[in-house]
């Protein structure tokens, strides 16, 4: 399940995934919310709060997923990753040299850091 993460900043498009995430998550929350904060913003700073496996993301969910990153290329600005995953980490901080924008991973412990760090740019002490 992905929900919005209600104390995001206003330019900041925020999820949290727990359980299994599938292609309706995407449809039915992310993909409008993205949307919205896109035409109000011009630009999308985004947050991924991964409190799953990536296993329980469905295969519906990953093409939702792609398709989200595809449409919106050129708007991407800013994207953390917050998990205690190693694997994603470093996955995300590689992936940042081949996307348009700014990726960062974040230990979940450093929430409110990633949050800070999507709408300034810059990061605060923990």
Not at 101 to 114: C, D, H, I, Q
Request: with cysteine; glycine share 4%.
């Amino acid at each position: 399940m992905i929900t919005i993460i209600p104390e995001a900043p206003e330019n900041v498009a925020a999820f949290n995934a727990t359980g299994e995430v599938t292609k309706e998550d995407f449809e039915n929350v992310v993909i409008p919310h993205v949307k919205a904060k896109v035409d109000e913003f011009e630009e999308l700073n985004y947050l991924l709060y991964l409190d799953t496996d990536l296993s329980n993301f469905t295969m519906g969910a990953w093409l939702q997923d792609a398709l989200l990153g595809l449409k919106n290329l050129i708007k991407w600005n800013r994207t953390a990753i917050v998990t205690d995953k190693e694997g994603v980490q470093n996955f995300t901080d590689i992936f940042s040299v081949l996307m348009p924008g700014e990726f960062k991973s974040f230990p979940k412990e450093n929430l409110y850091n990633a949050l800070y760090w999507c709408k300034n740019g810059d990061e605060v002490e923990a």
